[in-house]
């Protein structure tokens, strides 16, 4: 591992933060691999998920995002360094409010953590795995009248 193999995982996990936050579907997409995954394991009211492949990582960024504007707050991830390969740990907290109308909001809250494999693929890095391990995550709705 170098300084600079560390710092362009650093600069990858900034760029999948600012992309979904920004509803940036594509570049969200493109941190991964070709064939990457994405996984959320369940917690409270989320059921699990599993996508593969860029163009249905790209469907569900822009999905979530028509509906919700967020924020991500990751740390620094813990890195681990085998060749071509990476493993990272890094804990999160996730806000987003969708407006349903003018008297209706719903805010979804989660907090938890990553577990990611990093694949070196043709001199860049890049998220082959990836999974949101949520140890809360709840929904409220709130109605002004």
Not at 8 to 29: F, K, M, T
Not at 104 to 130: I, P, Q
Request: charged letters at 25%; aromatic letters at 14%; a negative charge.
């Amino acid at each position: 591992m170098s300084p600079a193999d560390y710092t362009e995982i650093l600069n990858l996990e900034g760029l999948y933060a600012r992309c979904w936050d920004q509803n940036d579907a594509e570049g969200w997409a493109g941190v991964f691999a070709e064939d990457g995954i994405f996984e959320i394991a369940p917690a409270g009211d989320r059921a699990p998920l599993r996508l593969q492949g860029r163009a249905a990582l790209a469907r569900f960024c822009a999905d979530f995002n028509a509906v919700h504007q967020g924020v991500h707050l990751p740390s620094i991830p813990w890195l681990r360094f085998e060749n071509d390969r990476a493993f990272g740990h890094l804990n999160f907290h996730f806000v987003a409010i969708a407006r349903h109308s003018p008297t209706h909001t719903v805010k979804r809250l989660a907090t938890g953590h990553y577990e990611v494999t990093y694949h070196r693929v043709d001199g860049r890095w890049l998220m082959a795995h990836r999974i949101e391990k949520p140890f809360q995550s709840a929904r409220s709705e709130s109605f002004d009248y």
